[in-house]
C-alpha cells in the first residue's frame, strides 16, 4: 500500500518562504499525478497544484498561481512545494496526495503538514 509522508511546514511572516516535501514509499510505481491540496479550519479542502508524473503538464490554483511552485524527483518518488510570497490566507494544514492512473482518482493522503503565515 502506498505511504506518503509530508514535512517542511512551519510559521513564517508574510512575504517569506516555505517548500514542503512529499516522499512516497518505494512500494509506489506507475504514478500518473501527484499534488498538493490544502484546508484551512473551517473550510472545504482545496486544490493547489498537481504535477503529471511521466510529462510536464503542472496545474495550479488561481490563487497560488505566480507563488507557488510544483516539482519533482522520480528517482526518489518525492514531490516538492516552493511557496513564495506567502499570504496570511495561504494558512492551513497541508496535505500530499498520489494519482496511479486517469482512471482513478486521488485516493492516498499524507497525514499533512500545518503552515501559518502571520501579518
Known amino acids: 500500500q502506498v505511504q506518503l509522508v509530508e514535512s517542511g511546514g512551519g510559521l513564517v511572516q508574510a512575504g517569506g518562504s516555505l517548500r514542503l516535501s512529499c516522499a512516497a514509499s518505494e512500494r509506489t510505481f506507475s504514478i500518473y499525478y501527484m499534488g498538493w491540496f490544502r484546508q484551512a479550519p473551517g473550510k472545504e479542502r482545496e486544490f493547489v497544484a498537481t504535477i503529471e508524473w511521466s510529462g510536464p503538464t503542472t496545474y495550479y490554483a488561481d490563487s497560488v498561481n505566480g507563488r507557488f511552485t510544483i516539482s519533482k524527483d522520480n528517482a526518489r518518488n518525492t514531490v516538492y512545494l516552493q511557496m513564495n510570497s506567502l499570504k496570511p490566507e495561504d494558512t492551513a494544514v497541508y496535505y500530499c496526495?498520489?494519482?496511479?492512473?486517469?482512471?482513478?482518482?486521488?485516493?492516498?493522503w499524507g497525514q499533512g503538514t500545518q503552515v501559518t503565515v502571520s501579518s
Open positions: 496526495s498520489y494519482r496511479a492512473d486517469e482512471f482513478r482518482d486521488y485516493d492516498y
